[in-house]
């Protein structure tokens, strides 16, 4: 008795397994036409939705070579006791645009020697008015 369940077991998951495949087979064929149709739209309207442009606030003015340009940061207000990070570039700029990051909030990276306040970093310049 034992035999034939185990027998049962293994064609149901031999069954399962066939059907998973199939699953996969096509969820790859739909995800291969929708790529297809997507990259026709893109063609037509001469953009490239793959590789969309940074979000308004990324920190993109720093060019690759730049020593801030791929790091991590993190950030104290100076009022709190806790600090937040880390955070890329993208997510750094972000909060700095939308003000989360003040002129006196500390920040900080591997590349800088020590805590500092945001608005004496030059390149967050443009996101004060010092």
Not at 81 to 104: S, W
Not at 113 to 126: K, L
Request: negative net charge; contains cysteine; charged residues 35%.
């Amino acid at each position: 008795a034992q035999r034939l369940e185990q027998e049962r077991i293994d064609r149901e998951l031999r069954r399962l397994r066939e059907q998973v495949r199939h699953e996969r087979v096509r969820g790859d064929e739909r995800f291969g036409e929708t790529m297809r149709r997507l990259d026709a739209h893109d063609g037509h309207l001469g953009v490239d939705t793959r590789f969309p442009p940074p979000l308004p606030g990324a920190l993109t003015a720093l060019p690759a070579g730049h020593p801030l340009a791929e790091v991590e940061w993190w950030y104290a207000h100076p009022d709190e006791d806790d600090y937040r990070g880390p955070f890329g570039n993208e997510d750094f700029g972000r909060l700095l645009a939308n003000g989360e990051i003040e002129p006196d909030t500390l920040v900080w990276c591997e590349k800088l020697p020590d805590w500092s306040e945001a608005a004496s970093v030059p390149e967050f310049a443009e996101y004060f008015d010092v």
